[in-house]
């Protein structure tokens, strides 16, 4: 039983790495949007619509650390989902695996790019569906007891790039 259960989140998992291979539809420009809180800028928040019956999305942004000292991601939260992740994807010797990742520390300046086949959160269990041009509620947390709220837009996926898999490793961003 347990190997089925791990088949089925793996091949869920699988779904969503597809679908967030693709790229946001040409006229859905999300780069303009920054949130800033403190010590960090958030922009570029969005998520692809998933595929009918899947309950695991999965959301990317870039987070710069504005700061005068070293700031660390300790978790995320929204109302919309049961749970929600920070996950890096990789790929080593043709394979791929996904991980949690704990916390995530950037140094003064530094960025991060949570983008497919990388960084990303993973929301599971929506307590509703998302569809495209809605949006949900996202909160970063820090581990010097700050937070970061922002919205996620949900974004129109197009099939151009399923399968063009090696291509998006590190360019895959919504088009503006």
């Given amino acids: ?4 259960l791990t088949f089925v ?20 420009d999300h780069a303009g949007h920054s949130h800033v809180s403190g010590p960090a800028v958030l922009t570029v928040a969005w998520s692809p619509a998933a595929p009918p019956g899947i309950n695991i999305r999965a959301a990317y942004f870039t987070i710069e650390n504005i700061a005068c000292a070293p700031l660390t991601l300790i978790g995320a939260d929204s109302p919309d989902f049961a749970e929600v992740m920070i996950h890096r994807t990789s790929t080593q010797d043709g394979l ?12 003064t300046g530094q960025k991060a790019v949570f983008a497919p086949h990388g960084l990303h959160l993973m929301l599971k269990g929506p307590v509703r569906d998302h569809k495209e041009g809605d949006g949900f509620p996202l909160r970063l947390h820090f581990d010097d ?5 922002f919205e996620v837009t949900v974004g129109k996926v197009t099939g151009d790039d399923i399968g063009d898999h090696d291509h998006h490793h590190s360019a895959a961003k919504p088009e503006s």
Wanted: hydrophobic share 55%.
């Fill in 1 to 4: 039983m347990r190997s089925y």
């Fill in 9 to 28: 989140v793996l091949a869920a998992a699988a779904v969503v790495a597809a679908a967030g291979a693709t790229r946001v539809a040409a006229g859905e």
């Fill in 96 to 107: 791929t695996s996904m991980a949690p990742v704990d916390q995530l520390t950037l140094e």
């Fill in 145 to 149: 007891g700050t937070s970061l709220a």
